[in-house]
């Protein structure tokens, strides 16, 4: 239980960290778009032309793309369109802590319960193949859910779950460690 607890705050933690640094470099690039367009306009206007020039519109559509974007705000219509990005709306990292640590506390149920559950020499045994099932179960849903090949899927989840446990078992073994 308490490798639970230090799971999921320490998952929440590295999230937060980790999001709030994207969310800082969210910023940071909605500040210098609104200095360019201060300082220049003319030339960050036909930035973004030829930004949607790229992007395979003709001169003239892109010229009315940018104009008809920019127009409403001109910031969040550079940062749309150079970095798929709003000036209005950025990560939270609070929410994602919480996620990551939920989301920890959960995927980490099942080895809890088969340790508690399971003694003896089998109870290694066990959780793996309880967590497996549980890994499958995961990746088929997750698949099924964003309508993806469910077979690579599971494959996948089990793959990485099964070398998560194998290795750490080892290195538990190495260092001594008896569960």
Known sequence: IAAVVAGALSMAAGEYVSVSTQR???KAVVAKERRLIAEDPEKEFQGLVENYIEKGLTRATATLVAQEYSAHDPVEAHVQAHYGLSSEEFTSPWAAA???AVSFTVGALVPLLAIL???GPWKIQ???VMVMVALALVGWLSAWRGEAPRLRAVIRVMVGGALAMIITGGVGH???VVV
Do not use: C, I, N, Q
């Open 126 to 128: 066990a959780t793996f």
């Open 174 to 176: 190495f260092l001594g």
């Open 117 to 119: 559950l399971f003694s």
């Open 24 to 26: 800082d470099t969210e």
């Open 98 to 100: 919480f996620s990551s």
